[in-house]
Nanobody, 127 residues
């Protein structure tokens, strides 16, 4: 079974930075982690979950939501079975629970196509 464990959330002031991590911990998945695209999504209070960033299984293609462009960077380390979302110049509107997801197949930002999810991590941007 695929298990994604997230870490790195917290409280940060506007303009600050946070780095979120998403690590595979389930059995056997380590042999296939590199085959999965990793997507990052977020859900703010009272809103639906939305796309943030995506990195292909090869790590050579990345895609960002407009609100993340120029501020967020997605990466992955297939040897360490992890993905990271570096978030800079954070704004209060970035406050949300952030989720990582993993999927095989078509490169897509459609969260309905994601098979496995992390538990979510809270990011709060406030004075």
């Amino acid at each position: 079974q695929v298990q994604l464990v997230q870490s790195g959330g917290g409280l940060v002031q506007p303009g600050g930075s946070l780095r979120l991590s998403c690590a595979h911990t389930g059995p056997n998945f380590e042999h296939y982690f590199s085959a999965y695209d990793i997507g990052w999504f977020r859900q703010a209070p009272g809103k639906e979950r939305e796309f943030v960033a995506l990195i292909s299984w090869t790590g050579t293609a990345m895609h960002y939501a407009e609100h993340a462009k120029g501020r967020f960077t997605v990466s992955r380390d297939n040897h360490a079975f992890t993905s990271a979302l570096q978030m800079n110049n954070l704004k209060p509107e970035d406050t949300a629970v952030y989720y990582c997801g993993a999927k095989l197949g078509q490169y897509t930002t459609n969260q309905a196509d994601y098979e496995y999810w992390g538990q979510g991590t809270q990011v709060t941007v406030s004075w």
